[in-house]
């Protein structure tokens, strides 16, 4: 059975940082592409950043250069860290996990994890 469990989210002032973990379970982890998502109220869910085991990471536009994306392979985790933070980064975070290789397998995804960013 895959499980995706996210942590880390909570209650950040303006500028502030964040470091959201996502443990994976059930899957090889190196054999997934993880990525994180994140769903703002009344909008749709949307990409945050993506991580193969092998490629540069990649980002939204809107996270360039303030979060970074990270995965350890031995310890079956993904992480984001979030730099200067802004109201507009509020949301629910999910981790994501897809394999496209042959077998396609998932996506799998957590239960989310929620950011707010207010003074």
């Known amino acids: 059975q895959v499980q995706l469990v996210e942590s880390g989210g909570g209650l950040v002032q303006p500028g502030g940082s964040l470091r959201l973990s996502c443990a994976a379970s059930g899957i090889i982890f190196s054999d997934y592409v993880m990525a994180w998502f994140r769903q703002a109220p009344g909008k749709q869910r949307e990409l945050v950043a993506m991580?193969?085991?092998?490629?540069?990471?990649n980002y939204a536009d809107s996270v360039k250069g303030r979060f970074t994306i990270s995965r350890d392979n031995a310890k079956n985790t993904v992480y984001l860290q979030m730099n200067s933070l802004n109201p507009e980064d509020t949301g629910v975070y999910y981790c994501q996990a897809v394999r496209w290789t042959i077998p396609v397998r998932g996506p799998y995804w957590g239960q989310g994890t929620q950011v707010t960013v207010s003074s």
């Open positions: 991580s193969t085991d092998r490629r540069t990471p």
